[in-house]
Structures are given as C-alpha cells and as structure tokens.
C-alpha cells in the first residue's frame, strides 16, 4: 500500500478488456467477482516445482500472494472516475452531474462564508490566510504547457505556532473537508526513512509503492515544524526532491534504478511551517494571530464540533469538488481590463509585477471566480485578487530577513 498506516485489504483485479487504460494516480470504480481461493495460496510453493529458478519463484510469488490476504477481483466493469467525491454524479457532463451542481451553486455564496468562517477559526482568526487556503482547496490542475502544469495552487503557511499537536489538528479538520487528504511530517528521520517514490523491483518483477503515488485531487498537507536539526542521508535528499517536484511541476518521477520515468499528478501541496519552507511554493503566507501562547489547542478546535455536523461537511465537500471541476473562462472585457492593469503596473515600476506575479494573480482571479461558483470573473474578482497579493507580499516584506526568501 502506498501509505504507511493505511488500513485497507490490497486486492490484485483482473482486467480482460485491452480497452481500459489506467494510470497510477486515476480512482476507478470496479465491479467484478471476488475470489479467494485458498488453492492459489499453494500454486506457487517452493516445492511444487524444483524446475522453476529462484528470480521466477520470487516473481511469480509477487504476483500470486495467498488469497486470504490479497483477494483476487474478477472485473466485470471498469470505470475511471472524474472526480473523488462519491456524492456527486460521476461523470460531469452528464445531465444528472450539471443538475447537482446547478442546486448547490444556488447556495454557493454561503457556502464559501462558512468555509472561510471555519478556516479562520482554525487559522486562529487570520482571514487572510483562510482566503489562501480556500482557494488551494479548490485549485487543481486543468491542463499543461510543456512541463509546466496550470491550475495548482502551493501554499506555505509559516509563523505556525509551535503549540504541541496544532498542525495535526488543523489537518485533522482538513481530512473532514476534503474527500482525500493525506498527512506527512516532514522529520528528519521521516526523510531518511519513508519511501516517498514509488520503485520498480526486479527481482519481483513489479513497482513497489511509494507515499507520493497518489490519487488525483488528493490533498497533501506536510508539517514542516517536525523538521529539527540533522543531516539528509542520500534517500533524504531523494525524498526531498520528490516533494519539490510535485509542488513545482505536479510530477512524481518513479525510481525504475536506471532510470526515472516521470508520472503526471494533481496533488494540492500546504506546507505548514514556522518560518518560510525550504520547499518550494506558489504562495507564501504568513500567519498574524493574537492569540495567546498559552491557548489549548484541543478545546480551540472543539469550538467548530457544532458546526461540523455530518449534513454540513457533506455540504461543504461538495462544494470544494463542484468549484474544482467548474469550467472556467475570461470575458474579453474583463481580459482587456487585466492586461491594461498590467501594462500600468510594469510602466510605473517593473519591480511591482514579474511575470511570474501576474500568472500567481490570474490564477487566483479564477480561484476567488470559482469560490463563488462563478465560472467568469469580473473586475471586482481581480481586484480582490490583487488586494490579497498585495497585502500578502506587505506580510513577507515585515518578516525579518532570515525568515523569508522571496515574495
């Protein structure tokens, strides 16, 4: 299994039909015929055949583990599915999908004020930062150019307080949330010993699984205040490079000893941290809070239990996956009014937009678009998103100089 505490029955699934293509990262739906045969638990034993050498008993071992802990699932229909929510229709252009949506957009305003409201709590009232971790929420990557994929949105929160358990609790709350989420502690000894990249084993003739072989839409929250003083090993190191390709370039290149073959992913990446990660982002955020060093996390938190009903997490899961999959476009109106705010900007001061500034500001127009269940923006949108840059990068500037690294 792909993580470590996942407590799920492997099952190996037979597919007979050559017209069904799947990925590493797709989620599938599967209905078949479930095996297990306690005869397959002997056809490979080690006295069977004294004929067989011991690399193929190796493999055909790996492939044939006992039915009683690997079932086998005879596959009658195989399914890709689009999306991860099991709530929702399965496949969006579909009229049933189309109608879903239509009726919890109506709601789509409110929606989006209690999500903020209890991303602000979590975030100990930081509103700012609550908009930012909506919008990685939602984001996701909608197509690429070249190597570079469009759509993701990386958020490093930094200036976590180092109460004990806080960024577990804030990602407990955002396992609620969203319908696939997974945590990792970025420690030390984490990095030196997690087998983050999936890795071909030949002995066995198979691809042994690694924790960043993850389903498409996942939402993976590293808690960077683990990380203490210490040295990388080179499996470290390695581990580390994974983590910057995913966020950077949404790629997971599996280890097959030779050579790296590079697999697509959609992962949304938060980073928690105290002071700015190390690893890379689209967005660095500093938290502002006043709370108290002394506050209880555990009954901070229970504050939101009344609110976290199964009915409104329901609601709010929804919501996150219907604003993920919205199309999305610009009107030419507002695509003038956009370029004529960056034109000026650039002639008054270059310094105040990179380009790299204006690809962060379009894509999170559409984010805070998306957010409201609108499928264009307008120039309200783009002036929020401009505020929120430009309040967050005042935040960055205020940091002491070895607390940051760039905007």
């Known amino acids: 299994m792909p993580l470590p505490d996942e407590q799920g029955v492997p099952c190996i699934v037979r597919v007979y039909s ?52 690997v079932p086998r699932l005879h596959s ?7 999306h991860n929510n099991p709530k929702l229709p399965p496949k969006v252009d579909s009229d049933n999908y189309k109608k879903a949506i239509t009726n919890l957009m109506v709601d789509a305003c409110s929606l989006r004020l209690e999500l903020l409201s209890i991303l602000e709590h979590a975030l100990l009232g930081d509103r700012l930062a609550a908009e930012y971790l909506l919008c990685q929420l939602i984001s996701g990557v909608y197509a690429r150019v070249d ?34 989420s997974v945590y990792l502690e970025m420690s030390i000894e984490n990095m030196n010993c997690a087998t ?59 280890d097959f000893q030779w050579h790296p073959i590079p697999v697509h992913s959609d992962i949304n990446v938060l980073t928690l941290s105290e002071g700015e990660s190390l690893l890379p982002k689209d967005v660095h955020v500093p938290l502002t809070t ?8 555990a009954a901070h938190f229970s504050k939101l239990d009344s609110r976290l009903t199964p009915e409104n997490l329901e609601k709010l899961r929804c919501y996150i996956s ?36 204006f690809q962060t500001l379009l ?36 940091l002491p100089a070895s607390n940051r690294r760039s905007l």
Not at 76 to 82: A, K, N, P, S, T
Not at 290 to 297: K, N
Not at 330 to 354: A, G, H, L, W, Y
């Open 18 to 69: 050559n017209t069904v293509e799947l990925k590493t990262t797709d989620v599938v739906e599967i209905v078949g015929i479930l095996c297990m045969d306690p005869r397959l638990a002997s056809v490979f034993d080690d006295d069977t055949d004294e004929t067989t050498d011991i690399t193929e008993k190796k493999e055909l071992q790996a492939h044939e583990p006992p039915a009683s802990l």
């Open 76 to 82: 009658l229909v195989v399914r890709r599915l689009e």
């Open 147 to 180: 190597v570079l994929p469009l759509g993701k949105l990386s958020v490093n929160i930094s200036r976590c307080p180092s109460w004990p358990r806080y960024c577990k609790f804030l990602y407990h709350l955002i396992s609620q949330l969203t319908t696939q």
């Open 196 to 254: 983050l990249i999936p890795k071909k084993d030949y002995a066995q003739n198979r691809v042994t699984a690694g924790m960043l072989q993850l389903a498409n839409g996942t939402t993976l929250v590293v808690d960077e205040t683990a990380l203490e003083q210490g040295q990388l090993n080179p499996q470290g190191v390695s581990n580390v490079k994974a983590l910057a390709d995913v966020i950077k370039w949404q790629r997971v290149d599996y």
């Open 290 to 297: 006043t709370q108290h060093q002394d506050l209880d996390v």
């Open 322 to 357: 219907a604003c993920r999959l919205m199309e999305y476009s610009v009107s030419d109106e507002t695509q003038k009014i956009i370029q004529d705010d960056f034109v000026e900007t650039r002639q008054s001061n270059p310094n105040n937009m990179s380009v790299e500034d």
């Open 363 to 398: 894509g999170l127009a559409r984010l805070i678009s998306l957010s409201h269940g609108v499928a264009s923006p307008n120039v309200d949108m783009w002036r929020t998103a401009r505020a929120m840059e430009d309040t967050r990068k005042a935040r960055v500037a205020e």
